[in-house]
């Protein structure tokens, strides 16, 4: 059997309450393999897709795919192998979260065995080692948003759906969702993440969908998605021992347009969106300078998002 492209393909998935469009034909493809950020503003359609692709919605029109198999609303077979935390997890107060992670566990079809081996270890990974046999009501929002991921990893499924892992979390907290992300993805598994942090999903996300109204804006990598919107970048590299030999070596890279100096620090205009702060710094250490830190100035996620959603202003949905 080749190898699964696509951990999530939809075609023209569509879902509307009424006269309201929440989702609108949207074609979406996410790379096995990936971690891939969900993005978008309130009312963009983010959780409605979520609760469609996890079957807690049924579509108004339009297919989709995941792990290879086409997802039909009456069938949860095709959902084996998922992972699903929804955004503000709600758990039975009266359950102690290690009786909560063998319940679902249970219920996704994990044994016994597997279930005492995972169990402590997910508990662990949360950050809830010690809390394990306290009642969820006693539990803390952010720890329930802990349990939340452990109870979507248990039987270490192949794409696991977060959708906002982050909220009520504490900056350690946030840290340690990273963390936890890039953990699953080494393991091989794809992660499909909705958010409004971008600075987080920078960090951790491969590849990006940005939606507004319920349909795609800009998909890619990170890289594409903010070369959509910026015509140039700029370094900005801070040097020690700047002389006019350091500039002029940097200004003879092929790629370099402009070189202006502002104290100990260059500014480097560029006509690429390639990382090339490999070169910039080659290029000064070779002219004699001493490189302290180099910068990519104007090529955020967060510029990028702003920028394209301007241009697509107007009309309204739902999330």
Not at 85 to 110: A, I, S, T
Not at 131 to 147: A, C, F, P, T, V
Not at 163 to 192: C, K, Y
Request: proline share 4%.
């Amino acid at each position: 059997m080749p190898p699964l492209e696509f951990a999530i393909e939809t075609r023209g998935l569509t879902k509307r309450y009424g006269p309201l469009v929440a989702v609108d034909h949207l074609d979406l493809r996410v790379e096995a393999g990936t971690v891939h950020g969900f993005l978008g503003p309130n009312g963009a359609g983010k959780t409605t897709t979520i609760k469609m692709l996890v079957g807690l919605l049924r579509p108004d029109g339009g297919s989709a795919r995941v792990l290879g198999r086409e997802l039909g609303w009456d069938s949860p077979g095709a959902r084996l192998g998922v992972g699903y935390m929804p955004e503000l997890p709600r758990f039975p107060g009266h359950l102690r979260g290690r009786e909560l992670l063998d319940l679902y566990g249970q219920m996704c079809g994990v044994s016994r065995q597997d279930r005492g081996e995972q169990i402590p270890r997910l508990l662990e990974r949360a950050g809830l080692g010690g809390r394990g046999d306290d009642l969820i009501g006693e539990y803390s929002k952010g720890m329930r948003q802990r349990l939340g991921m452990a109870q979507a990893l248990l039987g270490d499924p192949e794409l696991v759906i977060l959708d906002e892992p982050s909220i009520g979390l504490d900056p350690v907290g946030m840290v340690e969702v990273r963390e936890q992300v890039r953990e699953i993805a080494r393991g091989g598994a794809t992660v499909f993440l909705s958010s409004h942090l971008l600075h987080e999903v920078q960090q951790v996300c491969t590849h990006a969908t940005i939606i507004n109204r319920g349909v795609v804006v800009a998909s890619g990598t990170l890289q594409e998605i903010t070369a959509q919107v910026t015509a140039a970048s700029t370094i900005e590299a801070e040097v020690d021992k700047l002389t006019d030999t350091v500039i002029k070596k940097v200004r003879s890279l092929s790629f370099v347009t402009g070189v202006s100096k502002e104290g100990k620090k260059l500014l480097i205009d560029l006509d690429t969106h390639d990382d090339v702060r490999s070169q910039v710094s080659q290029a000064i250490t070779a002219g004699g300078g001493v490189v302290l830190s180099v910068n990519v100035k104007g090529q955020t996620l967060e510029d990028a998002f702003i920028q394209l959603l301007a241009k697509r202003e107007g009309g309204g949905s739902t999330d």
